[in-house]
């Protein structure tokens, strides 16, 4: 039988072990551009190594996914942080894991609000991206380079991934 991991909104405290929560809430930290925008000011812990190691900039175009999920992977990048912002309203699922001794540990789910993007800390878990509406585009802000910057862990036993 598979565990159900119930889907929970997405919040800067709940987020903060894996990464930041990337959005306009609250006051900007300055206005620019004559007064006409609010800047919101270095939301995102960009983290990558590697001699040869840059910060590239993708856009990602994926499948609209359904709920229930079957969750039967998660992967995770050891040198490098890893940013997802989408280009349209939509909100989009977001599947982590603390790491247990080098392996995912139990999955977590998060629906982020119509806007926020997120940012994976280094070596976090995750699942793939995950759109729960067409057009599943997305700016991605990541490490470009040599070296093996992916692992995957396939379960056993799928995990399904439902609206509480």
Not at 64 to 71: A, I, W
Not at 127 to 146: C, K, M, N, W, Y
């Amino acid at each position: 039988m598979s565990d159900i991991i119930h889907i929970k909104p997405l919040t800067k405290e709940a987020f903060a072990p894996f990464g930041e929560v990337l959005d306009t809430d609250g006051t900007p930290d300055k206005l620019i551009n004559q007064g006409l925008c609010g800047r919101y000011h270095d939301l995102a812990n960009l983290d990558f190594s590697g001699a040869d190691a840059r910060v590239g900039i993708s856009l990602f175009k994926s499948q609209k996914r359904t709920l229930p999920y079957s969750l039967e992977m998660v992967e995770r990048h050891p040198l490098g942080s890893q940013a997802f912002l989408p280009m349209s309203q939509d909100p989009f699922l977001v599947i982590v894991c603390p790491d247990e001794n080098g392996k995912p540990g139990h999955p977590m789910a998060f629906l982020t609000s119509p806007g926020q993007g997120i940012n994976f800390h280094r070596g976090t878990w995750h699942g793939v991206l995950t759109p729960l509406s067409e057009p599943g585009q997305f700016a991605v802000i990541d490490r470009i380079g040599d070296g093996d910057n992916l692992e995957e862990v396939w379960f056993d036993t799928p995990y399904v991934i439902a609206k509480a």
